[in-house]
C-alpha cells in the first residue's frame, strides 16, 4: 500500500429513504497516507455516506469499493454507554478484539488517555471518550480509518489537539483517513483534501482552494466571512459575563442547519 | 437434608449459575420484558406439544425459540414500538395457549405449577435437564461473549469490526428461549423470569466490569436460591416465591448507601 493509492472508493451513490434523497451521484475516493474531509451542513448525508462506505447501508444505485481485506478503524459520531453496564476503559478497547496488553499501552499512550484506563466508560468527559474511541479505532491498525464527528463534544482547543493527533496517527500508520466535520476552518490545517457535501458533492479539492469555491460560500452562507471574524475573536469571548451563548452556537451547523 | 430438598437446591443452584450470566445480557439489553414474554408462550408450547404428540418439555423449547426468532425478525421492522409488540405477543401466546388447552378435554394443567412451579418437586430427570443444558448453554454464551458484549455497547462499532451481528444475536436470542423454555417447565415463569433479572441488577452496583457482574449475579442467585429454600423450610412458605423475595431482599440490601457507590 503505496502513499496515494486508492484504498476506498464510492462512485456515483444514489440513496433514498422514502420520499427523501439523502445522496445523488456522490462520488469519493480515499487514497492511503491522505486525509480526506467531508464537510457539509446538517441534514447534508456526511452520515449517511460514511454509513455507505462502512457497509452499514446499501446504496439503491452507484458502487462502493474497498480494497480487498482491507483494515477498517471507525470511530462512531456518539456513543454512549449504558450505565447500567459496568465496563472500564481499558475493557472496552479490548472489545474490538484484536488488543495485548503491548497494543492496549502503544495505544493508550499515542491517545494521551494512559490515566484512563481503570476508569468507568460512563466518568469520561467528552473530550476523554473521543480518544478513547480514537484508541480503539487505531487498536486495529486500520488502513483505512474512518471518523464522524472526531471532535463532537470537545472544547476548541482539544479539537485542535484532536485533530493534531489524528494527522499524527495518519504518519505513523500510513492509513487512508476519511472524516466528517461540520467545520471546515478547523479542520483546514489537518486535511489534504475536502469533499463539500449538500446531498450532492457541491465541490472539492484543497482546502484553500474549497474555502474560495462560489459553491461552498453559498452552502455556508455569506456569514463566512464574519464567522471567521468570529474565529480570530472566540478566545477573548469565551467566559465573559457568564453569557449563555455557547461558542458551539456560532457554527454553520446551527446557523444554517 | 432430605432428598427432595438436595435436589432442589441443585436444580436452584444450576439454573441460578446460567441465569446470571445470561440475565447480565437481559439487563443491558434491556430485554426483561422479551424474556417474559418468551415464558408466556409456554402454555401454547405444551399445549402443541400435546397436540402432535411430542414431549411438551420439547414443544415447549420449540415454542420458545419460534417466537424469539419471529419477535427479533419485527423488531427490525420498526413500525411498532418493542415494548407494544411484546405485549401484542405476551398476552396473546398466553391467551391461545389456554383457549388450545380448554380444546383438549382430556388434557389438565396445572396452571399453579406452570406459574410458580415447584422447586420441591424437582426430580432426578429435571436435574439431567437443568444441568446438562445448563453447561450446554454456558459454553455457548461463552462461545459468544465477546461479540455480544461488543454489539451491546455500540452494535455499528461492532459490525465495522467484523462481528456476524444477526448471527450472534440469534445465537444468544434461541439460547435465551432455550433457558427459559428448559428452566420453567421445573421451576415456574414467576421464578425464571425473576433469576433473570434481579440478581445481575443486585450485582450491578458491587461490579466493575462485566465479567464481575455476570459472575456475581450467578453467586448471588445461588445464595438467592438457598436462602429462599431455607426460608420455605422454616416458614412453610411456597418455595418459588419465597426464592424471589430472598432474591429481592438481597437486591434491597445491595441498593443501601453504604456500598460502593455505583458509576452513572
Known amino acids: 500500500m503505496a502513499p496515494g493509492d486508492i484504498i476506498a472508493k464510492a462512485e456515483h451513490v444514489f440513496l433514498r429513504r422514502g420520499s427523501k434523497t439523502l445522496l445523488e451521484n456522490v462520488s469519493v475516493a480515499v487514497e492511503a497516507g491522505r486525509i480526506i474531509t467531508v464537510v457539509g451542513p446538517n441534514g447534508s448525508g456526511k452520515t449517511t455516506l460514511v454509513r455507505v462506505l462502512l457497509g452499514l447501508m446499501t446504496p439503491d444505485s452507484g458502487s462502493v469499493w474497498l480494497r480487498p481485506s482491507l483494515r477498517v478503524g471507525y470511530m462512531p459520531q456518539r456513543m454512549q454507554v449504558d450505565p447500567v453496564l459496568p465496563i472500564t476503559v481499558s475493557r472496552f478497547l479490548t472489545l474490538g478484539g484484536r488488543a495485548n496488553t503491548q497494543r492496549l499501552h502503544l495505544a493508550l499512550e499515542t491517545t494521551g488517555t494512559g490515566e484512563l484506563a481503570d476508569r468507568p466508560m460512563q466518568a469520561l468527559s467528552g473530550g476523554e471518550l473521543q480518544r478513547v474511541l480514537l484508541a480503539r479505532a487505531i487498536l486495529r491498525e486500520p488502513e483505512l480509518l474512518i471518523l464522524d464527528e472526531p471532535v463532537q463534544g470537545v472544547d476548541v482547543i482539544g479539537q485542535n489537539e484532536l485533530y493534531e493527533l489524528i494527522s499524527q496517527v495518519r504518519d505513523t500508520l500510513g492509513c487512508g483517513v476519511l472524516m466528517v466535520s461540520h467545520d471546515l476552518h478547523l479542520v483546514m490545517a489537518a486535511t489534504d483534501h475536502v469533499v463539500c457535501l449538500d446531498r450532492h458533492v457541491c465541490c472539492s479539492g484543497h482546502p484553500e482552494v474549497v474555502t474560495q469555491d462560489p459553491a461552498y460560500l453559498e452552502l455556508f452562507g455569506e456569514h463566512v466571512a464574519d464567522k471567521l471574524a468570529l474565529y480570530t475573536h472566540r478566545h477573548d469571548h469565551r467566559h465573559d459575563h457568564g453569557s449563555p451563548e455557547k461558542p458551539a452556537a456560532k457554527t454553520p451547523e446551527s446557523r444554517h442547519g | ?264
Open chain 2, 1 to 264: 437434608m432430605d432428598d427432595f430438598l438436595i435436589r432442589a437446591l441443585v436444580a436452584g443452584i444450576g439454573i441460578a449459575v446460567v441465569t446470571g450470566p445470561l440475565g447480565s445480557f437481559v439487563v443491558w439489553r434491556r430485554m426483561a420484558y422479551f424474556g417474559d414474554t418468551l415464558a408466556h408462550s409456554a402454555l401454547l408450547g405444551i399445549a402443541l406439544g400435546f397436540l402432535i404428540g411430542i414431549n411438551p418439555s420439547v414443544g415447549v423449547i420449540v415454542v420458545c425459540a419460534g417466537l424469539a426468532l419471529l419477535i427479533t425478525g419485527m423488531q427490525s421492522q420498526q413500525h411498532i414500538a418493542d415494548d407494544t409488540l411484546l405485549g401484542i405477543f405476551s398476552h396473546s401466546a398466553l391467551s391461545l395457549g389456554l383457549v388450545a388447552l380448554a380444546f383438549m378435554q382430556t388434557l389438565r394443567v396445572d396452571l399453579q405449577g406452570l406459574l410458580f412451579g415447584d422447586l420441591l418437586a424437582v426430580t432426578s430427570t429435571d436435574l439431567v435437564w437443568i444441568w446438562g443444558g445448563g453447561i450446554l448453554a454456558l459454553g455457548l454464551l461463552v462461545a459468544i461473549w465477546r461479540p455480544m458484549l461488543a454489539l451491546t455497547v455500540h452494535e455499528e462499532l461492532a459490525r465495522v469490526e467484523g462481528v456476524p451481528v444477526a448471527l450472534v444475536r440469534g445465537i444468544f436470542v434461541l439460547l435465551m428461549a432455550f433457558v427459559i423454555a428448559v428452566a420453567m417447565k421445573m421451576v415456574g415463569i414467576l421464578l425464571i423470569t425473576s433469576l433473570l433479572i434481579i440478581p445481575p441488577a443486585t450485582a450491578r452496583r458491587l461490579a466493575g466490569t462485566p465479567e464481575q457482574m455476570a459472575v456475581l449475579a450467578a453467586a448471588i442467585g445461588c445464595v438467592a436460591v438457598a436462602g429462599g429454600l431455607w426460608a420455605s423450610l422454616t416458614w412453610d412458605t411456597p418455595t418459588g416465591p419465597s426464592v424471589v423475595c430472598s432474591a429481592a431482599l438481597l437486591f434491597a440490601l445491595a441498593s443501601l448507601p453504604f456500598w460502593r457507590r455505583g458509576y452513572r
